[in-house]
């Protein structure tokens, strides 16, 4: 600790006498820690002496052990630290080896870089951590709205192959399964046959009943034949009241027996609302499939089939001409 020679000479003790207490700054030691501090003084008079700063101010002092990292600041009384104008009564210096502070930097450095590492280890398992529940969050709503869209595409497939009055297949559909069949077939060789039928005076029951009681009648008509066909037959609503039914593996003789006793349940189970015990009958035409067919052709052998069962007389059941089988 340094005080400046101005504050000595008006204090109210003695002048110190002694010389080494004198220093090239204008000062005198009030106190050291060190006896290196002549020493140091003496270095640093080769530099011009300033004004002690309030704030902290460090210079490099080459000694003849080496440099010296040197810090120093404003020693101020009570008078100057309250009104900020008078003039430090003195300084204050502390000293270090360069090669310590340096030392000291480096292991400071090494700390802050440890640490930082740390940190930044810390922040990115964080982020990682986050990301993933995120992440996870996020498959979870995904795999959500992944199985409602399954289900919507399912609702809608089923929208778009189902006639939805009657139950049955869609024209489009079952044409399609139509085709599968036949493409099946030409590998199986089984026997496959077509039934094509009609609501009888169906015209007559819309103009004297209503188109909704109509639909009903068809309605009605679907779901017995849904109900009475094997899981794998192909029930289908080719147009207006026409309906077809496809028998994989069924003969001719069998097919004729299995649309004798459809228009049979028809006629017994289903009456026209409203009508005072009407029955309903259908027509049907029976075609057996020949090698070589085309599934319009096939369906045409039904329809020849069906219109001659309709001028017939209706109620009825008739085997197309071409598949007659031979029973001799």
Known sequence: MLLNEANVENATWSRPDEP??????????EATSSSELSALLAERSTTKWSKPPKSVRTILVNMAN?????????LSDYVGERDGSETPVGRILIWKSASDVVQELNHNTWINIIY??????????ALFLGIRLVLGQLKQTVDERTQEIQVLNRQLEEIAHQDMLTGVSSRHYFMMRFQQ???????????????????????????????QVGDQVLSDLGHLMVENSRN??????YGGEEFCLLLPGVDAVTGLQMAEKLRERVERQIIIPGSDGIHVTISIGVALY?????????????????????????????????ATPNLC
């Open 20 to 29: 080494e207490s004198r220093t090239p700054c204008g000062c005198f030691i």
């Open 66 to 74: 080496g440099p010296v990292a040197l810090t120093e600041f404003a």
């Open 116 to 125: 930082g590492i740390i940190g930044f280890l810390i922040i990115e398992l």
């Open 181 to 211: 069949e036949l493409n099946r077939n030409q590998r199986s060789k089984q026997p496959m046959t077509l039934l094509m039928m009609d609501v009888d005076y169906f015209k007559r029951v819309n103009d004297t009943w209503g188109h």
């Open 232 to 237: 794998y037959d192909v029930v289908g609503r």
């Open 290 to 322: 020949a090698k070589g067919q085309s599934a319009e052709e096939l369906i045409n052998a039904a329809d020849q089939a069906l219109y001659k069962a309709k001028r017939g007389g209706r109620n009825r059941c008739l085997l197309a001409e071409t």
